[in-house]
């Protein structure tokens, strides 16, 4: 509205001024504001390519996925891209999956706003399947660390979100990282109380916390977060042109040395 996002809700009663609602099987889209000399805008399309493997337009699927490099997809209802394939519906080896299409190659894309997925790969192999890859208790063991995640006033959801349901926890009570340190937080000023962290596993009834700090998620896991940074209401220097979608850093932003180095097998690849 009038250049703002607008966050879902679950359902009509939850709509305030910063949110709206689609209720798909009546095609009505309610907002929480009075939309009288405002624009209004909506996303138009589902996806902006999907890279089919069946017949289309009269044309057979030539088993090569598309190179795409430099491109920009944002605002799309559903994914901006997806690639076809098969579906394992057991536990099958995983070398009869991800032929169908192959050679998808996507350099220095961006893909923002596009519900909550940016694609589905189905085609190419890029890693386990739900139905054929590890099981949910040895998903851990991941690294964080060197990012950068920023956020303007539009933006009103944390900046770090992992997440599992409550029911999960006793099943799987520790921490899927094993490592999240040297990253850094910005958020422009805004008004808004939106946590800065959303975090769980954590021992407590729903199994989820909210954090509003680096230095809290560090008071949960001590080794942790030591040596990342939070910009809260930050208006200096940072991206060389967000309009004009150039994110170089800005050597005068106050966190652009905070990384550390990388361990020798990642810069070797």
């Keep these: 509205m009038d250049g703002r996002f607008l966050q879902s809700a679950g359902w009509?009663?939850?709509?305030?001024?910063?949110?709206?609602?689609?209720?798909?099987?009546?095609?009505?889209?309610?907002?929480?504001?009075?939309?009288?000399?405002?624009?209004?805008?909506?996303?138009?399309?589902?996806?902006?390519?999907?890279?089919?493997?069946?017949?289309?337009?009269?044309?057979?699927?030539?088993?090569r996925g598309p190179v795409i490099r430099g491109i920009t997809f944002t605002l799309y209802a559903y994914r901006a891209l997806e690639i076809e394939g098969t579906w394992p519906v057991d536990p099958t080896d995983e070398s009869e999956f991800g032929k169908e299409v192959v050679g998808t190659l996507l350099e220095h894309c961006t893909i923002s706003f596009c519900s909550r997925v940016a694609g589905?790969?189905?085609?190419?192999?890029?890693?386990?399947?739900?139905?054929?890859?590890?099981?949910?208790?040895?998903?851990?063991?991941?690294?964080?660390?060197?990012?950068?995640?920023?956020?303007?006033?539009?933006?009103?959801?944390?900046?770090?979100?992992?997440?599992?349901p409550g029911f999960l926890c006793e099943r799987v009570p520790g921490s899927p990282l094993k490592q999240i340190d040297y990253n850094v937080y910005v958020r422009r000023p805004a008004e808004s109380d939106t946590p800065l962290i959303f975090w769980s596993p954590v021992a407590s009834e729903s199994c989820q916390v909210q954090l509003d700090s680096p230095e809290d998620l560090n008071a949960l896991y001590s080794s942790f977060s030591s040596g990342s940074s939070f910009f809260n209401g930050y208006t200096g220097p940072l991206f060389k042109s967000h309009r004009l979608g150039r994110y170089d850093l800005l050597k005068e932003f106050p966190g652009s040395g905070s990384g550390t180095g990388l361990p020798g097998e990642i810069c070797r690849l």
């Design 120 to 164: 589905y790969l189905r085609g190419d192999h890029f890693g386990w399947h739900p139905s054929t890859g590890p099981g949910v208790e040895e998903r851990h063991g991941h690294v964080f660390v060197n990012n950068l995640l920023t956020a303007d006033k539009d933006f009103q959801r944390p900046l770090l979100f992992v997440w599992q």
């Design 12 to 63: 009509e009663g939850e709509l305030d001024e910063n949110s709206c609602f689609i209720k798909y099987e009546e095609d009505m889209v309610y907002i929480g504001k009075d939309p009288f000399d405002r624009l209004v805008e909506i996303t138009a399309f589902n996806s902006a390519l999907v890279r089919t493997t069946r017949d289309c337009h009269g044309k057979r699927s030539d088993g």
